[in-house]
């Protein structure tokens, strides 16, 4: 496990940063939205991708969870759940797919633990994954409000991008 991937135990550091790129984010959705979501996709993917595999392990999804999950990506659990564990955590809270590696739904609840901005996400139901939004940008789907269109209505959306009218 590489020193980036140490961070993930570090869940409350990680939801700062988080923040951080919420609000630059914010700040920069309207030049995003001046050039073009498309455009901004190709620019934005590719950095999004090495520091979030970097770190996560991301499968790029597009559909980023990490702060409702403990900065835990879901979807590196073997059955892809996103909303817990399958019923299959063995007793030492190992894999029943992979024994050798604890259950991201495990880590995901002891993180979330330690979070006090996002903590409580991990109690909120997630929409199924999209599978048209993978391999894009996350950050780019939620200014572009592709993420919220799969949560039914904007309104209810909770991340970056919120109360945007």
Same mark, same amino acid.
């Given at each position: 496990m590489g020193i980036?991937? =140490? @961070?993930?135990d570090h869940p409350h550091l990680l939801e700062l940063a988080y923040q951080? #790129? $919420?609000k630059g984010m914010e700040k920069v959705?309207? @030049? #995003?939205?001046? !050039?073009g979501y498309a455009r901004a996709n190709r620019w934005l993917r590719s950095p999004e991708k090495i520091a979030k595999q970097a770190i996560f392990d991301?499968?790029?999804c597009g559909q980023c969870t990490l702060h409702f999950t403990g900065m835990t990506c879901p979807m590196t659990c073997p059955k892809n759940l996103r909303n817990g564990p399958c019923g299959g955590v063995r007793g030492d809270k190992t894999? $029943? #797919?992979?024994? =050798?590696? @604890?259950? #991201?739904?495990v880590e995901a609840y002891?993180?979330?633990s330690r979070m006090s901005i996002y903590g409580s996400g991990i109690n909120e139901i997630q929409p199924p994954r999209n599978?048209?939004? *993978?391999?894009?940008? *996350?950050? !780019?789907?939620i200014l572009s409000l592709k993420d919220a269109e799969l949560r039914g209505?904007?309104?209810s959306y909770v991340g970056i991008g919120r109360d945007r009218t």
């Open positions: 980036l991937r =140490g @961070l993930r951080l #790129v $919420e959705h309207p @030049l #995003v939205r001046r !050039i991301c499968k790029m894999c $029943e #797919v992979d024994p =050798g590696m @604890l259950c #991201v739904w002891e993180r979330s599978f048209l939004l *993978a391999k894009r940008s *996350a950050f !780019i789907n209505a904007r309104d």
